[in-house]
Structures are given as structure tokens and as C-alpha cells.
């Protein structure tokens, strides 16, 4: 596959509905600012999609919500994934390689 291909991958979380997951969404979209992002919603969860590389920081959910959440909130709300998965303290980082 060469760069190209795999940059085209989309990756993200699939978060559950409610109140961390449209708090994920909206920070996916402040953190991702120059990528393409695309959001399927189904009836209990949502699927992310972002192209090639997705961030999400715990300081962008935590300010959405108006209260701090750590990464375990959103593993706890968090399904699954596509993609590889980086988790620090303050940040996820989901990669097409």
C-alpha cells in the first residue's frame, strides 16, 4: 500500500450517545481543525471518522463539558476504534499506520 493509501484511512472512535460522546465529537472538530471529518450517527453510538490522524485532548472535552475528564471517561464510553490508538494522560491519538 503506498503513503497515499494509508493516509486516506479514515480512523476515530466510536463513541456511545450521550453526553461524553457529542463532547468528543464537538473536540474532535476543535482539535482536527485542517483535517477532513466525517460523523455517522446511529441510534446508540456514534462512528468518528477522520482522515489519516485523529487528536483528541482531555483539555478540549474537559472545556466543552465545563469539568475535568480524564481518559479512563472516555474509555469508558468508548467501545471501540478504528485504527492505532496512542493514550497519554491528556491526549488520545488515533493512526492510519
Do not use: W
Not at 468528543?24 to 456514534?46: C, G, L, P, Q
Request: net charge negative.
Amino acid at each position: 500500500m503506498s503513503d497515499t493509501a494509508a493516509q486516506a484511512r479514515f480512523v476515530g472512535p466510536v463513541m456511545r450517545a450521550g453526553e461524553i460522546g457529542e463532547a468528543v465529537i464537538e473536540a474532535i472538530h476543535e482539535d482536527n481543525t485542517d483535517r477532513k471529518i466525517e460523523v455517522e450517527e446511529h441510534e446508540s453510538y456514534f462512528r468518528v471518522k477522520v482522515e489519516g490522524e485523529c487528536l483528541l485532548t482531555m483539555a478540549t472535552v474537559s472545556n466543552i463539558l465545563g469539568r475535568e475528564v480524564l481518559v479512563s471517561d472516555i474509555e469508558m464510553n468508548m467501545p471501540s476504534f478504528e485504527g492505532f490508538i496512542r493514550v497519554e494522560t491528556e491526549k488520545m491519538l488515533f493512526l492510519s499506520k
